[in-house]
C-alpha cells in the first residue's frame, strides 16, 4: 500500500502509532508474496516436469490466498479486531513457510521457484516483524 | 459446493474418505456466511443509527474475509495443507463468533443483525465439526 | 446465500424488488461454481495427463476468481452499483463459458471436468438470467 | 509486484514481451488502489457524517474487490485468458472511476477520501495504458 497508506495513517488520529512501519510494510509484502506465487504456479503449469510441480503449485495457491486474506484485513486499522488479525498473521507465515520448503527443492531448475521461495520468506520473517503490533 | 463437489469428491478415489460430509457442509456454510454478512453490512450503512454500527460493519467484513478464504481452501483436497486448512477453520470459527457477539447486539432492532448473527453461529459450529477432519 | 439472504431481502423495503430470485439463483450459482472449479483444478493437477490440462487449470481458477469477485459483489443490493455488477455478470459468463469449453474437452476422460463444465454452464446461464434485473 | 515478478517475466521465455511494463505497473496500482479503498471505507465508518459517507464506503469496497480479482488475473501471464482479462481492466477503470467521483465529494473535509481519490484516478490510467497489452 506503500505511500498512499502510509500518508493516511499518519493523517488518521485514530490509528494505532506503534507498529505502523511494521504493518505498511506486511501490506506491501503479503501483495507481493500473493502474485509472485501465482506467478509461479502459473510458470510451473508449463514446464515439462508440471507432473513434479503439483505440490508446489497447490502450496503457492494455498500461500496466495492466505497473503491476499491478510491483505485484506491489515488496512482496517481503526479499531482492528487484533485476535483475528493476529491469528492470520501467523497463518500467513505458516502458509509463506510451507510454500518456500518446497520451491526451494526446485529453485535450481526454476527460477520462479527460487524467486517465489525468496518472497514467501520475506513475507514470512515481515510477519513476524509485524505480529507484535497486534498484542 | 453442495451436489456438484460431493459427486466429485465421491468420484475421487483420492479425497479423504472421513469427515467429507462435514467438509461439504462447512463449503456451504462458509459461503452463505460470507455472503451474509456482506449483505448486513450492506444493510447497516441505510439504518438511521449507522454510527452505532460501525463496528458491525467492520467485524462483518472482516469476517466475509475469513470465511472466503476458507472456502477457496476447502475445495483442494487431494494432497491438503493440513496445518493451514486447520489454523484457517479456528480462525473462522473466531472471526464468526466475533461478529456474531456484535450482531446480536443490534438483533431486536435489525432483522439483518439477527440474521447474520443466526449465520456466524452456524458457520462456527460447523468449522468445530469440521476441524478434526485436518488433524 | 440461499435462505439467509432471501429472508434478509425481504426484510429490507429498500432492496430492489424485481429479479431478487434471479440474484438470489446467481448468488449461489456463482459460490458453487467457483468452488467446483477449484476442485476441478486440484484433481486435475493429480491426473497423470496434467500436462494436457494446463490450459484447463489456468481456466477453472481464472472462472473462480471472477465467480468470487461477483459473489462479493452481489449482496451489497441497497444502492447498487448497477454498471459495474452488470459488467462483472457479463465477464463472469465469458469466464464460465471459457471454462465450460475447455472442460468439455477433457469431460469423457475426467469426471471433475465433466462436473466442472455443468456448473459453469448453469452459472453462465445464471449471469443471462440475473443480468437484467441491474439495467 | 514490483521487482520480484519483474524478474520473474524476464526470465520466462514465454511470457508476452510487449507491454510488460505496463502489466507490472498495473499489478502495483491495483493492490495499492485496493487497499487504499480499504482503509478509506474503515476510517469513514469513524466520521462523525458517516451517514453521508455510506455511498463512499460501499463504492469504495466494490472497488477494492474489482482491484483485487484483477489483481489475482495478472499475474497468469503464461497463456493470458486475454477477452477475460481485457474485460476485468475495463470493469476495474469504472468501478475506480465510479470510487474517485465520489471520494472527491468528500475530499476536502476528509483526507483518507482525497488519498483514495487519487489512488483510484492512478489505477484507472493504469488500467487504460495495459489494455492494449490484452488485445
New interface residues.
Given amino acids: ?2 505511500m ?2 502510509d ?3 499518519s ?2 488520529s ?1 490509528a494505532p502509532e506503534d507498529g505502523d512501519e511494521a504493518i505498511v510494510l506486511l ?1 506491501d509484502e503479503v ?2 508474496c ?3 506465487c ?3 504456479a ?2 510451473c ?2 514446464e ?1 516436469d ?2 513434479e510441480l ?2 508446489c ?3 503457492s ?2 500461500c ?3 497473503c ?2 491478510l ?9 482492528p ?1 487484533k ?2 488479525i493476529r ?2 498473521i ?2 500467513c507465515a ?2 509463506c513457510d ?1 510454500c518456500a520448503e518446497e520451491c526451494e527443492r526446485h529453485a535450481e531448475r526454476h ?2 521457484c527460487s ?2 521461495a ?2 514467501c520468506r520475506r513475507c514470512a520473517e515481515q510477519c513476524r516483524s509485524a505480529r507484535q503490533s497486534f498484542i
Same sequence: chains 1, 2, 3, 4.
Wanted: with cysteine; net charge negative.
Fill in positions: 500500500m506503500a498512499l497508506t500518508e493516511m495513517m493523517s488518521d485514530n501490506a501483495t507481493t500473493a502474485q509472485t501465482l506467478a509461479c502459473d510458470a503449469l508449463s515439462e508440471v507432473s503439483a505440490q503449485i497447490r502450496l495457491t494455498d496466495a490466498d492466505v491476499e486474506a491483505g485484506r484485513l491489515l488496512p482496517r486499522l481503526i479499531e479486531n485476535d483475528v491469528g492470520m501467523e497463518l505458516m502458509a510451507r527460477m520462479h524467486l517465489c525468496e518472497a
